[in-house]
């Protein structure tokens, strides 16, 4: 394959990289698209990894996501099972990245022959399909939509609500919803919360959407500074 490069402007994320997928290129797909930076890596045509840090990370603090159970994007864990090994967490991950490099904003990609992740250490690599990965990331930005139109703003920053109305005194909540309550501190938005919390931002978000719902959380810039919020946790009151 000849050198690979240009504009957004005149390629889809999603044809890139099926173009490089069928090429059978090994090396690292380089994204900028307004403040983002982005890399994709193949291996024989294969994504195997994707980030939008300076650094690849590591599978190994990847896996970390998988320590607490599963829970869906209410925060509910119905089955009690715990996530599969690195796998599926990989796939999410090539997948958030996928989204958050393919907001039609403008920007450059190039690819560089050769370039390997670091990621997965002395760790098999995961090889996935090119269509593998965009239909994960399609099934992600379907979740982001149905997010999106509960909150006001995906990217806005949160604080907990300063009064509840006056026929709702005591809130209980679960572990799930208290950890997210205690990490937004003086007002946080789903990739804050998701970086204190060891979680993907998808699944910080749709936390974030469930407190909003339920009126425990308001827009940063709508807060008052009167009044305070009752807890219950467990029928105690905090």
Known sequence: MDVLQGDLGSFRLGHIVRLISGGSKTGVLRVETGPITGRIFFVDGYVTYA???DGDGSVAALGRLGR??????????PGG?????ARPLILQQIG???IRLDQGTPGRFWFIDGVTTRAYGEEPIQRFEADEVLTAADERREEWGKIVRILPNAHARFVMRPTLPEDAQDVVVDAAAWSVLSSI???ASAQDV???LNLFELSAAGLLADLYERGLIVPEHTASVEGIVRVSVGGETA
Do not use: H, I, Y
Not at 68 to 77: H, L, S, V
Not at 81 to 85: A, C, D, N, Q, Y
């Open 51 to 53: 980030t939008t840090r």
């Open 68 to 77: 607490r159970p599963e829970r869906d994007r209410r925060g509910r864990n």
């Open 81 to 85: 099972k715990w996530p599969s090994p």
């Open 96 to 98: 958030e990245v996928l």
């Open 185 to 187: 501190g003086g007002g």
């Open 194 to 196: 998701a970086e204190r």
